[in-house]
């Protein structure tokens, strides 16, 4: 039977990725920490449903390498075994080709001719040494039409950017953002974690706990309170004020907002009324197996779609069955039919894995799930255009998650809340410091 909690060094609310982060590492610096998640279970969008053997992600998740995510989980011994994509395809008018990610498939390719390939290699040539941060009050389409001349060559960029930033709008999401990704990922493979990202959850909720850290899943946070400007805890929907001298609000925005003076803050309604959001619909569909394995892993030239069925590469389905992940990258300020970007699902799957009908054992669409809670456009500055933990005119109330400072996807999370763990420990040791002396 778990305990009343009516104080705590440190609240966090909000059980997913960058929750868990940021309770684990204040819980190995000695902190008594209470995590609050008003769901019955931990992870948020990183969890993962299991059917029967098959593992749905909550929509397409990849861990990209080289960024705060392997480092966060590195640095907290999160252990997990993956597999990789060997090759991309690429769909365009009916045909599928190899994606040109080397020099040897890059000259053999049908898709382009001579002169695409000379402008493509010399465009992969210099990329690396683009400062994409020198880039960010521009588009990607004005980069495109700044760098590619070939027709064809824009295409498959800008095909590549939708994949990369989750946004079909590329006059609105800054180059900062695909730059720096493309950068990545000519360095660092994308890895599909064995068991879904529930693996991670599961992994991150351990380390907190044995650390010390306190997790109240199904537990509802409805305020937080403050007074002359400082934070003094939080108070549950059960009307329990749970005391802290630091609360960190590791959920969305929204929720964020409503959580302080019920969202009615003004400083904190300037930071998220402005945000945009990059939103995909995602069809994810679970086979007795694959009709088609020649191509696992395909992106759409022709229109915002992608394809992977990740269970050839890590272990997400029954032995012989197959899951595969497909989705659209939406236009935030387009209105989209849930029931025509499906349809343009399915016909992704008919024309890649015909006969996947035939095999179905059980399908899941989510019209217009979130990909990331703020995307970084080219009118804000890209990530630097991003919010700063702190709530202005609060001390010691902090937001996380991947809506906060630089990074994509699971990046900003488990960034944002390493910073903010530290920021923490940092105040209490300058607080700490003058009692020190007088002792």
């Not at 760098?147 to 295409?155: E, F, S, T, W, Y």
């Not at 069925?309 to 032995?319: D, F, G, I, M, N």
Request: glycine share 8%; net charge negative; proline share 5%.
């Amino acid at each position: 039977m778990e305990t009343s909690v009516t104080h705590t060094d440190v609240v966090v609310v909000g059980g997913g990725l960058a929750g868990l982060a940021a309770a684990t590492y204040l819980a190995r610096a000695g902190k008594s920490v209470t995590l609050f998640e008003k769901a019955a279970s931990l992870g948020g969008r990183a969890a993962t449903s299991n059917h029967d053997g098959y593992l749905f992600n909550r929509g397409i998740h990849g861990l990209y390498t080289g960024g705060a995510t392997e480092e966060v989980l590195q640095d907290l011994g999160i252990t997990y075994t993956y597999g990789s994509p060997k090759e991309t395809f690429l769909l365009h008018d009916g045909q599928i080709y190899p994606f040109p990610a080397s020099t040897s498939s890059l000259l053999s390719s049908h898709l382009l001719k001579f002169g695409d390939k000379m402008e493509l290699g010399f465009l992969f040539s210099r990329i690396s040494r683009v400062k994409a941060e020198s880039l960010a009050h521009l588009s990607v389409q004005q980069w495109l039409e700044s760098n590619v001349k070939h027709p064809l060559d824009r295409q498959l960029m800008a095909s590549t950017a939708q994949v990369f930033t989750y946004c079909s709008n590329l006059d609105l999401v800054s180059a900062e953002v695909f730059l720096s990704k493309l950068q990545l990922s000519l360095k660092h493979p994308v890895l599909y974690i064995d068991g879904g990202w529930q693996t991670l959850v599961d992994g991150l909720r351990q380390t907190a706990v044995e650390a010390g850290a306190r997790i109240r899943s199904g537990s509802r946070v409805s305020a937080v309170c403050y007074q002359d400007a400082q934070v003094e805890g939080v108070q549950l929907s059960d009307e329990t004020v749970v005391a802290a001298s630091s609360v960190i609000l590791a959920t969305g925005p929204d929720d964020a907002a409503k959580l302080v003076d019920g969202g009615t803050y003004a400083p904190l309604r300037e930071i998220i009324d402005p945000l945009i959001p990059a939103r995909v619909a995602c069809l994810d569909v679970a086979l007795r197996r694959l009709p088609e394995p020649r191509y696992p892993v395909v992106q759409d030239l022709d229109q915002p779609r992608f394809l992977s069925a990740q269970s050839v590469y890590s272990r997400l389905a029954p032995e012989g069955g197959a899951m595969i992940y497909t989705f659209k990258m939406l236009d935030p300020t387009q209105q989209s039919s849930p029931r025509q970007d499906e349809h343009e699902l399915e016909e992704l799957l008919d024309t890649v894995q015909p006969g996947w009908r035939e095999v179905l054992v059980r399908r899941s669409f989510l019209p217009h799930i979130e990909a990331i809670g703020m995307l970084p456009t080219a009118l804000t500055g890209g990530y630097a255009g991003r919010p700063k933990p702190e709530v202005p005119g609060i001390a010691n109330l902090y937001l996380a998650g991947d809506w906060i400072g630089a990074g994509f996807l699971s990046d900003p999370s488990l960034g944002s809340a390493r910073q903010v763990a530290l920021q923490i420990l940092e105040v209490e040791k300058q607080v700490r410091k003058p009692e020190t002396m007088l002792g």
